[in-house]
């Protein structure tokens, strides 16, 4: 796993402040890769990476890279699970005289050979730019899913790529106007969706996209991959759980190759077990660090089954307790790395596990994608039960409303007067737009009220209507999985984990999201994977053998934190010197008395506002880091002397 950035001219040669720009964007994003730094040029582009080092450790990885004859150049993040098989598969030691063990080395010589298609070989995560030179054409390309980021802001005659926002702050010319529709969005997701970002000039290329650069033309922004989700009826229940137990088998035994230290995080659910209940099966259980979140709250706690499994497994265990005091030390870190407003509550928590991963190993396996391929959700049983709560009469669904609007607040963790409220409003929208209510933060009619100003207010259920009744797919359950997949997965946990684990130079893994595996699961009937109360139904059946029966029985859970009681505690009063009319005020923004409406609702225990009070005091903190002060560096995991580049100058382009 690494940093990337660059420059790539449209029209005019590169230039010396270019580089030095260059320089300062990956100097700022070292914490994803403080092992080397690297910089190679010519009179068009301008390419540079941070290198955290896991597959071959030597000198002969080192990134960006060259082929031998300079003819395509790499500045790679990513870790192909596949490079092995495709390595021996088109013969490329015997084709190319590979010099190292990496996969980098196997990427940028299948592109070689098989140029811009080589995309279909292959599995893995990954963001990087080739650079044909003989060909005078470039390539921008973001992972299949959107494990790994990428960004682009087009300015100065070509344009910048980086993995992550803040190097963009690095070019002098950048000017850091806030993109208002974007924070309009945040506001009902708790994140920023598709390819917006908060400022209005930088652009995040999707998950499935690339950006093709032809020297002396404009860039052209391509979808070359698209989860498709056709059902294949002809395959038989023996059939789906055999082949999806041997495809996770199989993903997770791609994903322990390393050659640096390797763990595991473990929630205690399905999917973090099931990945351990197989590195049991393969043997090396008791060679496994495993890293778990224990919340200081009874209703959060998971830390009985995290332990029932580690000890199963006879794992190495680590567990990291949360606590308020945890999450005021860490928070102004957290947001500085995070680089756009986040509400996920599991970020804090995130960010501990990691920092405390990272005295033992570089590597961690997550179940991250586990609940979106396989449907866990509990917005999944609400959609079942939506259908027959329909076909109670109006009426009676009413009178339902009006009782369960009467139940006392409860901050406990998915309590019953939480479900049951957001169920029954829900139930009578649309099913897209019930499903964003169901995880909504806050309403349209809320936003209008706190968002001041003028700007595109499009309804954020835009995004979940246009690929619900766009997407072309049959089932109205895939094509709700397809939003989680494009939107919660990339857009919310991807950028909680990718920013949390390297803000502590750990690589995160996914082996749910590994190609093959996605690919024959979205293909499944929709019964195998959500059955009615019986959600993830073909995954139960398939880790059968791996994991005791307690943990088979258990509903899904989600990592979360307690913010809602802890804003009573110590996190409140840290709240509060954010949380003011000062402050707030001086976004120009946010309306205060609505702000503060929300606060004294929440604290008089009239309504749980905890995850909107969590999502406006996030967005208070960026605005300072980022904005008004402007002192988001001093807040970096990566405080050390700065690496110094190994910089190689190639020979430039004839006229």
């Known amino acids: 796993m690494c940093g990337i950035a660059g420059f790539i001219t449209f029209l005019d040669d590169v230039t010396e402040e270019h580089v030095e720009t260059v320089k300062r964007m990956a100097s700022v994003i070292q914490h994803r890769g403080p092992d080397s730094q690297g910089l190679m040029f010519d009179n068009k582009t301008v390419l540079a990476n941070t290198r955290l080092s896991i597959m071959d450790t030597s000198e002969s990885a080192s990134l960006p890279m060259a082929s031998s004859d300079d003819d395509v150049l790499l500045c790679y993040n990513g870790e192909i699970s596949n490079f092995q098989e495709l390595r021996e598969k088109y013969q490329l030691d015997a084709k190319f005289n590979l010099k190292s063990d990496s996969d980098s080395e196997v990427l940028l010589y299948l592109f070689k050979l098989l140029g811009i298609s080589f995309l279909d070989e292959l599995s893995g995560m990954f963001a990087c730019c080739l650079v044909d030179r003989k060909e005078r054409v470039a390539y921008l390309i973001r992972d299949f899913h959107g494990i790994l980021p990428l960004f682009v802001h087009e300015a100065d005659g070509g344009i910048y790529f980086a993995s992550e926002i803040k190097s963009f702050l690095e070019i002098t010319s950048f000017k850091k106007t806030i993109n208002l529709e974007a924070i309009h969005h945040f506001f009902s997701l708790g994140y920023i969706p598709g390819n917006q970002t908060p400022f209005t000039r930088i652009r995040e290329v999707e998950g499935g996209e690339m950006v093709k650069i032809r020297f002396g033309s404009p860039p052209e922004y391509i979808t070359y991959y698209k989860l498709e989700y056709q059902e294949n009826h002809s395959i038989d229940e023996k059939s789906a759980i055999e082949t999806t137990r041997a495809l996770l088998v199989d993903s997770v035994r791609r994903n322990l190759v390393s050659d640096a230290p390797l763990g595991m995080t473990l929630s205690g659910g399905i999917d973090t077990s099931a990945m351990l209940g197989i590195v049991k099966t393969l043997g090396l259980g008791n060679q496994m660090h495993t890293f778990s979140l224990r919340m200081g709250e009874k209703s959060f706690d998971e830390s009985y089954y995290q332990r029932l499994m580690a000890d199963y497994a006879g794992s190495i265990h680590h567990e990291i307790t949360v606590n308020p005091d945890d999450v005021v030390e860490t928070m102004l870190n957290q947001v500085a790395h995070m680089d756009e407003p986040n509400g996920n509550g599991a970020s804090i928590p995130s960010f501990l596990l990691a920092k405390e991963a990272s005295n033992n190993v570089k590597v961690l396996l997550s179940g991250e994608g586990g609940d979106e391929l396989f449907n866990a959700y509990p917005t999944m049983t609400a959609y079942q039960y939506r259908k027959i709560y329909h076909k109670f009469p ?262």
């Open 394 to 655: 109006k009426l009676l669904r009413s009178l339902i409303k009006e009782t369960v609007d009467c139940l006392p607040t409860d901050y406990r963790k998915l309590s019953f007067d939480f479900k049951a409220k957001r169920f029954t409003t829900g139930a009578e929208l649309s099913v897209p737009h019930s499903h964003l209510y169901w995880r909504h933060v806050l309403t349209e009619e809320q936003k209008n009220r706190l968002l001041l100003g003028t700007f595109n207010r499009r309804p954020t259920t835009d995004y979940y209507d246009k690929i619900f009744y766009e997407s072309g797919i049959e089932h109205e359950i895939n094509r709700l999985s397809l939003i989680d997949m494009k939107h919660f997965f990339i857009d919310d946990l991807m950028v909680k984990n990718d920013r949390t684990f390297l803000a502590n130079s750990v690589e995160g893994r996914f082996p749910f999201l590994d190609r093959p595996l996605v690919d024959y699961v979205t293909k499944l009937p929709v019964k195998y994977r959500a059955r009615f109360g019986r959600l993830r139904w073909v995954e139960k059946e398939a880790v059968r053998p791996f994991v005791p029966k307690e943990i088979l029985k258990r509903d899904g859970f989600g990592l979360e934190m307690p913010h809602a009681v802890w804003f009573f505690d110590k996190l409140g009063t840290f709240a509060k010197t954010y949380i003011n009319k000062e402050m707030v005020e001086s976004t120009g923004f946010l309306n205060w008395s609505e702000v503060e409406l929300m606060w004294n609702i929440h604290i008089a225990g009239k309504q749980d506002m905890g995850r909107p009070l969590w999502c406006v005091l996030n967005y208070l903190i960026w605005f300072d880091l980022f904005i008004k002060t402007g002192n988001h560096k001093e807040f970096l995991s990566h405080k050390g002397k700065p690496l110094a580049f190994k910089v190689r100058q190639l020979d430039n382009y004839a006229s």
